[in-house]
């Protein structure tokens, strides 16, 4: 029995090397592109939806580094390359500009481009890369000028693909330089299962595990994330307009098929702890780990919480990612329908862990 279980998992691991070979030899040319919109949730949506793009045109894709409030962060400090490298081909921003761009994408060769879309109005007349912050920043985090631009017209769906071939073919554009990332936010529904390839790095879920362990012990909780800083009352006010907005895909289908509601995007305490009851009462779990960022309500949890003999718990770590983690390997999860910060969480726990995730504001189990 023992044999047969070590044969087969050498013939798994022969067949993935087969395959990441085989990857290796199947891309040509590059995709290097600045993570310039929103904070971590909208780059982390962003970054799927390159990926399949970089895949779809069998170009290597180049991955930012994380710009945040102290800086870049290299993108492998976070993540696990090695696990998307299984999927397609990738290389972190530092090792190309280090060792691949001098011989692929030399000084005086560096072209950027911008999405001009083929009709409408469009005020932007010059394609510049390096305009505005963080533009500017990201670029010269790696020692990049342009030498020259161009506007391009076409989507990044697969129906574009061919021309992009035809118009950018390798051997005269060997790299291409987005202004911005080639992605739709939110997410494609197709792209979601890409998460699977995005694995937190070890230091990272050694890091958040000792915070778990210094708040919680072994001890099984739930996790609720209350956004609801003041740039996020500001975004909430435009939900009555709207059929979908920001990333209500995810507890309302891609199909649009609940209304949006105010609960769903900033909850009132009534409703926070009628949500959280509901899920003490089906997992008679007590402990509440609240990821915020701004206003946790712990004593207004353990107060309106109190028959119930809840406790909350509020660590607010220095790097947010990790509550990304903890929120993400929490025995149950109640998440912000509208927030990308969120959907981080809701995709690796459907994606990786194969846990459900509750909203705010939508009773259906949205799995
Ligand atoms: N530590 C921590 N930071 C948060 C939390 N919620 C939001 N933030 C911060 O606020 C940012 C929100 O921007 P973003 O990630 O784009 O998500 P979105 O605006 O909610 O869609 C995050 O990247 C974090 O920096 C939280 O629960 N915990
Ligand atoms: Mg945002």
């Known amino acids: 029995m023992l044999l047969i279980r070590f044969v087969l998992v050498i013939l798994w691991l022969i067949a993935a090397c087969d395959k990441i070979t085989s990857l290796q030899n199947d891309y040509t040319g590059y995709i290097i592109y600045c ?32 710009p945040t409030m102290r800086g870049f962060v290299e ?21 190309f ?9 030399p000084v005086g060769k560096r072209v950027g481009f911008c999405y001009k879309p ?9 394609c510049d890369l390096k305009q505005g912050s963080p ?14 631009t161009e506007f391009y017209h076409l989507t990044y769906s697969a129906a574009d693909i061919d021309s992009w071939k035809e118009l950018y073919p390798v051997n005269k554009y060997p790299v291409l330089a987005f202004r911005g990332a080639p992605a739709k936010y939110p997410v494609l529904e197709e792209n979601v299962k890409l998460q699977r390839y995005l694995w937190w790095s070890n230091q ?43 990333s209500s895909p995810q507890c309302t289908g891609y199909s649009n098929k609940h209304p949006l509601s105010m609960n769903m995007c900033l909850p009132d305490v009534a409703h926070v702890l009628q949500r959280i009851r509901e899920a003490v009462l089906l997992t008679k779990i007590t402990n509440i780990y609240v990821l915020t960022d701004q206003y946790p309500l712990i004593s207004d949890i353990e107060h309106g919480l109190s028959d119930l003999g809840v406790k909350a718990i509020h660590a607010d770590p220095d790097i947010p990612q990790y509550d990304l983690i903890i929120a993400a390997k929490a025995d149950f999860f109640i998440g912000n329908c509208i927030s990308s910060f969120s959907a981080f969480i809701k995709r690796e726990r459907q994606e990786i862990l194969n846990k459900t995730s509750w909203f705010f504001g939508i009773d259906s189990n949205s799995g």
């Open 97 to 105: 500009i280090k060792d691949i761009a001098p011989q692929v994408w």
């Open 75 to 95: 993108f492998d400090e976070w993540f696990d390359i090695d696990i998307l490298q299984t999927h397609q081909k990738v290389v972190t921003a530092d090792t």
């Open 118 to 126: 083929a009709h409408g109005s469009y005020t932007q007349d010059k």
């Open 204 to 246: 990272m879920v050694e890091a958040a595990s000792r915070l778990i362990y210094s708040h919680l012990q072994n001890e099984s909780y739930i996790a609720v994330h209350l956004r609801n800083g003041p740039d996020w009352d500001n975004a909430c006010s435009h939900v009555p307009e709207r059929i979908t907005f920001m």
């Open 135 to 148: 533009f500017s920043d990201f670029w010269d985090h790696l020692n990049v000028d342009f030498d020259s």
């Open 35 to 66: 993570p310039c919109m929103g904070r971590f949730g909208n780059q982390a949506d962003h970054l799927l939806g390159s990926l399949a793009f970089a895949h779809k045109l069998r170009r290597t894709l180049v991955l930012p580094a994380w």
